[in-house]
């Protein structure tokens, strides 16, 4: 750490810079996997309009994914346990707030955060922000990446900032 920080007993999560030392923030990411289903549906239009606009997404039988959510937290590590948050605490709120919420579960039957929506990759994503961001206690919430498929995922940022130390 000498070598990083100039001086020996400095906290190892400084770096010198022209401007003095600099506080690094680390970023943190916990992966999981859930399936569900759901279908694409506007009250509001008419049936051909939501199988126009939503086409095999509006099968009033609805359809599957395999999910695969990435929940970002952002902090300083902790100078005695140098972790940003309690990582057993944070599969905990996974576990209790999208798990037991939403895997083997119909979205837009079965999830009442969803009730009123359609529940695309978009507002999915957003709903699980909100129920993740007054849970974490330990760092802060930074991203939610909701993957629907391999090539396809939404991100939802603290006021839409994409990007690390925007607020």
């Given at each position: ?74 902090g300083e590590p902790d100078p005695v346990t140098g972790m940003v948050l309690d990582l057993k605490e ?78």
């Amino acid at each position: 750490m000498e070598e990083l920080n100039g001086k020996a007993g400095s906290t190892p999560f400084e770096l010198p810079n022209r401007r003095g030392k600099q506080t690094l923030m680390v970023l943190l990411t916990r992966k999981i996997e859930f399936a569900a289903s759901h279908l694409y549906n506007n009250p509001n239009l008419s049936a051909e309009e939501n199988r126009r606009i939503f086409g095999k997404c509006n099968n009033p039988h609805g359809h599957g994914h395999n999910y695969a959510l990435e929940v970002t937290v952002e902090g300083e590590p902790d100078p005695v346990t140098g972790m940003v948050l309690d990582l057993k605490e944070l599969k905990e709120i996974l576990e209790r707030e999208v798990m037991q919420r939403m895997d083997h579960r119909h979205l837009n039957y079965e999830v009442a955060e969803l009730a009123g929506q359609i529940p695309t990759c978009e507002n999915v994503a957003r709903v699980i922000w909100q129920l993740l961001d007054p849970k974490i206690t330990q760092g802060r919430l930074h991203r939610v990446r909701l993957y629907e498929s391999p090539d396809l995922f939404a991100d939802c940022y603290r006021n839409g900032a994409a990007g690390a130390g925007k607020s």
